[in-house]
């Protein structure tokens, strides 16, 4: 599956196959008649940081709870860390660390007790355990509340503080589910450069999210996933490149507007998109694009040029956009 994979995308990355913690082959997951993940493929190598993109209900949680040995497989083979989760949920669970989607932190303690009360979970105690709370404090800045109630910190501290508590027992691979919804965007990019500073430590991350900005700059790799499947995969830059163009020309008209000029733009992108409320012309040059518009006499209320995303393939893949 990972043939194309682009020399931008290994140069990212580690070399698949070399070294794999997680490898899947017609993966499923089936609650009664609904399926929820529907057999798919893929391989997560050491170090890096794989991400499953798509909307809320494609999957995604659930392929981490199977990857985390919580939710046992219906159908195919998962190895994790070498070993079956069906036969070996302990062992796997003990060198994973996990980052819910909700924070289970206990808000009636500190933050040193949250962490103190999870290490010793994991037989952690003494000098050790002290050190570690210490090391990871200062790794999510938040040596100056160690001594604060849970309660009131900010939803970017009580993040901070979640992925603090599943660093306690140095796992090998860090499971993160949409890490940051709800964020604010200075907090999100505070998250973002911890976890960044986790890859370069060289801890594998899996990473669910519905955001494509925060795939784009966290995973090294990622596959999209639609109704239970998978849709594409590659590097973030190779799937944009695969599916999509250098740029966009996204057009605003008057409500209802742009039902009437379709057939003006048909020859100006390579792709055309229309959306209930707005245009997007698919072009290698979105300069070129507007000042055709223009000379054809055309006024959108608004033109906006942009890169590619990957929503743009999403989009292109499913006849959707992400976030709706």
């Known amino acids: 599956m990972h043939e194309h994979r ?12 070399s070294d794999d913690l ?3 082959r017609g993966l499923t997951k089936r609650f009664g008649d609904f399926i929820a993940v529907d057999g798919v493929d893929f391989t997560i190598a050491r170090g890096e940081a794989f991400g499953f993109l798509g ?15 919580v939710s046992p497989v219906t ?5 994790v860390l070498g070993m079956d989760p069906a036969n070996h949920g302990p062992e796997i669970r003990a060198r994973l660390g996990v980052v819910p989607q909700e924070d289970t932190l206990d808000t009636e303690l500190t933050v040193n007790e949250n962490l103190y009360i999870y290490g010793r979970y994991f037989g952690i105690g003494g000098t050790v355990l002290r050190e570690r709370i210490d090391e990871l404090l200062d790794f999510v800045q938040l040596t100056e509340r160690r001594d604060s109630k849970v309660e009131p910190l900010s939803g970017g501290m009580k993040r901070r503080l979640t992925i603090a508590r599943a ?10 589910d949409e890490p940051t919804t709800g964020l604010d965007p200075q907090a999100r990019h505070v998250l973002w450069d911890r976890l960044y500073r986790l890859k370069q430590r060289g801890v594998t991350l899996i990473i669910t999210t519905h955001y494509m900005d925060e795939a784009e700059q966290l995973c090294d790799h990622l596959v999209i996933m639609d109704e239970a499947r998978i849709v594409a995969e590659g590097s973030p830059r190779a799937l ?3 599916y999509s163009t250098r740029e966009v020309v996204e057009l605003r008209f008057a409500v209802g507007a742009h039902e009437n000029v379709g057939h003006l733009l048909d020859d100006l992108a390579q792709r055309i998109e229309e959306l209930p409320d707005r245009v997007l012309l698919y072009t290698h040059n979105g300069d070129d694009a507007v000042g055709a518009i223009h000379e054809r006499g ?3 209320e608004s033109i906006v040029v942009r890169r590619s995303t990957l929503e743009d393939v ?3 893949l499913t006849g959707r956009r992400l976030i709706d």
């Open 167 to 176: 660093l306690i027992n140095e796992p090998d691979v860090l499971i993160l």
């Open 22 to 24: 997680v490898t899947a």
């Open 6 to 17: 682009s020399a931008e995308s290994r140069a990212a990355g580690p070399a698949r196959g």
């Open 314 to 316: 999403f989009l292109r």
């Open 75 to 79: 159908l195919g083979e998962l190895q």
């Open 55 to 69: 909307p809320n209900g494609a999957g995604k949680t659930s392929t981490m709870r199977m990857i985390a040995a």
């Open 240 to 242: 944009i490149d695969r």
């Open 298 to 300: 055309l006024n959108p």
